[in-house]
């Protein structure tokens, strides 16, 4: 399904510079697979040793530099594809506003707010603060990062196994509810989301990311709604 929808994207014009993300386990048997169905196809699907740190700026500059029909990562691979310090800081300034109305929420709500919710949230947005404060520092000086996600120029996201993802950081005023999961969420996570912006900031639409994944959702709604701070900002903002 992902090999057809990113071909036929790009047959159609829809995009340009289609990427997959699958397993370390599936991304070979996925390249394979496209190659068999378009032999013509220009894929590149780098292995492990072509992202050691010597080799992967070069790499990098492959993916930007050349019309490729669809490159296909790994999930761990992808991890290590600087983002864009700009999408960074935009993040991270939303977060903080979220936890700074939660806060004035409890204020009013006075009585009804716990101690551990009150100091785990002005933790959070103490870390918070100290993250925009190095961004901020590195945007000011401009330092040389090299290539970014951003720069590479991919036009579509397809994450296949998608749930590997789905511990994202989120901001709530409530406690003692089970299966909310970690606040806090994993960098993994954090980076993906990082992308998933880039890339609907560049088409300003809720578009150009496609998870696929058998168990989207197993604990909680918390997932889902994280699922929706992925892919549908523009439309929760509405809502």
């Given at each position: 399904t992902m090999i057809v929808?990113?071909?036929?994207?790009?047959?159609?014009?829809?995009?340009?510079?289609?990427?997959?993300?699958?397993?370390?386990?599936?991304?070979?048997?996925?390249?394979?697979?496209?190659?068999?169905?378009?032999?013509?196809?220009?894929?590149?699907?780098?292995?492990?040793?072509?992202f050691t740190p010597d080799k992967r700026l070069r790499l990098f500059h492959e993916i930007k530099n050349n019309h490729w029909d669809c490159i296909i990562l790994?999930?761990?691979?992808?991890?290590?594809?600087?983002?864009?310090?700009?999408?960074?800081?935009?993040?991270?300034?939303?977060?903080?506003?979220?936890?700074?109305?939660?806060?004035?929420?409890?204020?009013?709500?006075?009585?009804?707010?716990?101690?551990?919710?009150?100091?785990?949230l002005?933790?959070?947005?103490?870390?918070?603060?100290?993250?925009?404060?190095?961004?901020?520092?590195?945007?000011?000086?401009?330092?040389?990062?090299?290539?970014?996600?951003?720069d590479l120029n991919v036009d579509h996201l397809f994450v296949d196994e998608s749930h590997k993802f789905k511990n994202l950081t989120f901001t709530t005023r409530h406690d003692r509810v089970a299966g909310l999961g970690n606040l806090e969420g994993s960098q993994k996570a954090l980076n993906m989301l990082f992308a998933v912006r880039t890339l609907q900031a560049r088409f300003d639409a809720d578009l150009c990311v496609t998870f696929l994944s058998g168990t989207p959702i197993s604990n909680s709604l918390t997932e889902m709604y994280l699922i929706f701070k992925y892919l549908r900002p523009n439309e929760m903002e509405r809502q």
């Open positions: 929808a990113a071909q036929e994207m790009k047959r159609l014009g829809i995009v340009q510079k289609p990427m997959i993300l699958a397993l370390k386990a599936n991304v070979r048997q996925i390249a394979e697979t496209y190659k068999k169905a378009y032999p013509a196809a220009r894929i590149l699907a780098p292995g492990e040793n072509d790994t999930h761990d691979q992808f991890g290590k594809i600087p983002q864009s310090p700009a999408i960074q800081q935009q993040i991270f300034t939303q977060e903080l506003d979220n936890v700074a109305s939660d806060l004035a929420t409890l204020e009013l709500e006075g009585g009804s707010v716990s101690r551990r919710m009150l100091k785990g002005e933790l959070r947005k103490k870390n918070l603060m100290a993250k925009l404060k190095g961004l901020e520092a590195d945007i000011e000086n401009k330092k040389d990062r090299g290539i970014d996600f951003k």
